[in-house]
């Protein structure tokens, strides 16, 4: 076992509400004035932000949504989506950040696991969310908040703030109550809702954000990673919200072009994405020192591992380091990490000062040096558990310990190696990526009989799905049928999920049971 014991902050024993603490604390210090969001069309102060929150926590008591349930969040990223977020925790309501790329069908499982009493959907993501929400507030009672354009005859969220009175008193929690979800994916079986506490939040900003980072008041970052990921919601609001930083916002997709955009507008001190895009971004002429930014001093990467050629690429072209670490949706962000000033690129670090870090085999032993095991972790932003989801929960969640189903090596350097996934799991731009799920969406083709997934590396080391499919008798496999595939996938389970390769067979392997057998398929490729 590595790490420290250290204790770096104990969250009070009586009334903790994490709003106070992230939005109104920063007033009560004489921050009022300063930036807290900026997004392409707007801008708030904290002062704003806390009045704003304030407003929304008053609407939802006026709406009836009881403490302790849950309001669904589908928003782009916006200055509104911090008011929602805080403004609900404020309430003691826990806010629910659903990833805006899912389909309508993993809305609706993510709406009705966590019963949700209220939805807020940004107005542009209307058209496909709208149907989905509609249906169940038909048979059930959901209060349906749209934000930012055109009402659809529901409530509207503009006019929820402007009816509501500016001053609040915070729902009385503690520490220990639950403050937020969010939905982590899995290799088998639903997405489980996981439940985070009103001090996880500062956990994760004092021990990560700003004793690894260092953020301060005076930074001001940018996360391509959005908010409802919990690398983006760490990034661009615990982190900087607890130092009184600010925060630059993008709605939009990040692609290389309109991130660069985005750092010579607002030139962020701190720059936070994924691999898949800095390796985009080397990939495009635009790119150039600070990455567009004049005083960019840190860039951090996280989701999947950071190869590399691509980290010393991107301190090579940007001129300052990319910090890559290791976090999850259950430890609610990093714990093991490169530091600033000593990066090792191709590793993950070690673990961040707070967290304790082990390698199992597994029976449960801890492995001899240099040899590969599980990474387990302890530390204090770990989740309470998964929503209804006790045997997951308890494999997950193992008294002190959180179980990551990552393989890691430690090298003679003593930083952490990763050594991929205990299960199939694969991640594609820093989004997961079940096979099941693309295999899934695959067998729903009428060509295909049987489909097969695999992550595979593309030529910068990228993981990426790669497909075997067994066709159905008579099926002629052209580049035309190929294509209809990768289309028929990114409808089906997601943009980022279609096969970049698909390779016909006449069987796949299978054991006994009739479990398609991946492991060999990788072996072979
Ligand atoms: C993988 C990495 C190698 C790993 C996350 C930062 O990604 C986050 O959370 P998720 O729940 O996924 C967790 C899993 O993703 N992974 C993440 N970072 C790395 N693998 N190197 C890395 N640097 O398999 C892990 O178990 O989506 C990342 C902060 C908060 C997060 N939730």
Known sequence: MTGTQAQFWTPPA????????????????????KLAFVDPAASLTYGQLSERCNRFANALRR???????????????????????????????????????????????????SRADAVVVSADLYERVGPVVEEIAAQRSLHVIINGGADHGQLSFDRLLAE????????????????????????????????????????????????????????????????????????AMSFPMSVGATAILMPGRPTPDSVIE??????????????????????????????????????TSAGEALPEEIGKRWQEKSGSEVIDGIGSTEMLHIF???RPGQVCYGSSGTPVPGYDAMLVDDSG?????????????????????????????????????????????????GNYYYCGRTDDMFKVSGIWVSPFEVESALVTHSAVLEAAVIGREDQDGLVKPKAYVVLKPGVAADANLFENLKEHVKAQAGAWKY???????????????????????????
């Open 14 to 33: 009586g009334a903790y509400n994490a709003a106070i603490d992230m939005v109104d604390r920063n007033v009560r210090e004489g921050r009022s004035e």
């Open 63 to 113: 709406l009836g949504v009881p403490t302790e349930h849950r309001i669904a969040l589908i928003m782009l990223d916006t200055i509104d989506m911090p008011v929602a977020f805080w403004g609900a925790i404020k309430a003691g309501v826990a806010p629910v950040p659903l990833n805006t790329l899912l389909t309508p069908e993993q809305w609706r499982f993510m709406i009705e696991d």
């Open 164 to 235: 509501n009175s500016p001053d609040a008193e915070a729902a009385d929690t503690r520490a220990d109550d639950v403050a937020f979800w969010l939905y982590s994916s899995g290799s088998t079986g639903a997405p489980k809702g996981t439940k985070h506490l009103h001090a996880s939040a500062m956990h994760t900003a004092k021990l990560f954000g700003q004793e690894v980072l260092g953020f301060s008041e005076d930074d001001v970052v940018f996360s391509a990673a959005k908010l409802f990921f919990a690398y983006g919601l760490g990034n």
């Open 262 to 299: 985005t750092m010579r507008r607002h030139n962020p001190t701190i720059f936070c994405g994924v691999p898949t895009l800095f390796a985009a971004m080397l990939a495009n002429p635009s790119m150039s020192h600070g990455a567009g930014s004049t005083r960019l001093r840190l860039s």
């Open 336 to 338: 093991v990490s490169n």
């Open 365 to 413: 032993q801890h492995v001899a040096q240099g040899e590969i095991g599980e990474l387990v972790i302890r530390g204090p932003s770990s989740a309470e558990g998964y929503w209804l989801q006790r045997e997951k929960s308890r494999r997950t969640f193992r008294g002190e310990w959180t179980y990551t189903g990552d393989k890691y090596r430690i090298g003679e350097d």
């Open 499 to 525: 096969p970049r390769w698909v390779e016909v067979r006449t069987d796949l392997p299978k054991t006994a049971t009739g479990k398609i057998q991946r492991f060999k398929l990788r072996e072979e490729d």
